[in-house]
């Protein structure tokens, strides 16, 4: 079966831009993840959905990012204004439900902002 | 608190050899340590994970150790091979909660 995948896989944009990025889960996982990972560092959490609702929104680093999950499949990561300082990989995995452990990670999306 | 410290940063073992990756934590709450092994250009994917009941989980070439009182926790790549070359993290996550903690990873290099 398919894994997560997200797209685009690379993002370029100027400083100031709005960005979309998209992550489409594996069938049937109710959970729903974000990550950042910066060059040479590990993944970093941003969101979690279960379903349609943001879970644990404790990583978003400010109100320029947002997160939705309209129909508890695919979700979208939108940043505003975007900053030199928001380039990284912006990682998506998915897990079955709220009490599975294992995180199926995506291949990512490289955001450069110029 | 929330931290993970991986160590070390990069390691070069020969072909056949032991790896082995430490990670340590303060956080008592952590009820479940996964280890993930990403290659350039990929996600991470899972490799092995253990929770702190446990000492030590062995699945194939891959062992993890656990020692709850140090809390600390460490993966053995036994004899190590070059397709084994990647980075690899430590995680954990705090019981009831569902994000994953990740260290600052580690790039192994298997000489042939």
């Known amino acids: 079966g398919a894994g997560v995948s997200q797209t685009p896989s690379n993002k370029v944009t100027e400083k100031g831009k709005y960005v979309e990025l998209r992550c489409d889960p594996i069938?049937?996982?109710?959970?729903l993840y974000w990550y950042r990972q910066s060059l040479g560092q590990g993944p970093e959490f941003l969101i979690y959905f279960q379903g349609t609702g943001a879970a644990d929104d404790s990583g978003l680093p400010n109100d320029r990012f947002f997160a939705v999950r309209p129909e508890g499949s695919v979700s979208t990561l939108k940043i505003q204004r975007t900053e030199r300082g928001d380039s990284a990989v912006y990682l998506c995995a998915s897990s079955l439900g709220r009490n599975t452990d294992t995180q199926y990670f995506g291949p990512g999306t490289r955001l450069t902002v110029l | 608190q929330q931290q993970v410290k991986q160590s070390p940063q990069s390691l070069i073992v020969q072909k056949g050899g032991i790896s082995i990756i430490n990670c340590a934590y303060e956080n008592t709450a952590f009820d479940y340590f996964p280890w993930y092994q990403q290659f350039p250009g990929k996600g991470p994917a899972l490799l092995i994970a253990?929770?702190?009941?446990?000492s030590e989980k062995k699945e194939g070439r891959f062992t993890i150790s656990f020692n709850k009182s140090a809390k600390q926790f460490s993966l053995h790549i036994m004899d190590s091979q070059p397709g084994d070359s990647a980075t690899y993290f430590c995680a954990a996550r705090v019981q009831g909660a569902q994000k994953l903690v990740f260290g600052q990873g580690t790039r192994l290099t298997i000489n042939p």
């Open positions: 253990i929770r702190p009941d446990v």
């Open positions: 069938s049937g996982h109710t959970a």
